[in-house]
């Protein structure tokens, strides 16, 4: 049996911006496949999550239905999962609309229509929970890895550490929020 460990991520309700700073890792991403699978990833053309995933990083917060049902999936596929930015670890960006409540969100992106595109069995709109939440709300998380985005090296450090069965340890020097 392959001891390769397998790794994933996925992104829920943010701005992608997260997995841009993953790409930012730049020579690292070829070192990446060397030391583990990656079995899914938005990065990638998989449809369906595994089961059996070692290192699971989920960016954005938890903002629809939809986000709920993934995440509570790959929480149980997962052995470590790591809240991927600072959506996933405290709401950030994702969570200003909980300020307004959900039909003030829908109006904000599509005026007049936005609440009757989101109600009905036919309607084409992710439905959104009461509120944008972080992941820990929902699912046990194993590391939190901040930053608006965090940084290719920060993301580097947590991913190699887990690859090798290391603890990261994100000291007041790592953690940066925002
Ligand atoms: S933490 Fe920042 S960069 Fe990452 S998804 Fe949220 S808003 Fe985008």
Redesign the pocket.
Known sequence: MSTRKRFATI?LG?????H??FLDMDEKLLELPALADIVYSPLMDVKTFPREVDICLV???VNTESDLRMLRSVRESSVSLVS??????AG???AMRNTGGKKAALQSGFGSMGEALAVGDDNPLPQLLAQASPLHQYVAVDYFLP????SAELIWYVINELLHDRQPVLDREKLRYG
């Open positions: 992104w943010g701005c992608t911006g997260c841009m700073s960016e954005g917060a991927f930015g600072d959506c996933a670890v950030n960006i994702t930053g608006c985005p965090p």
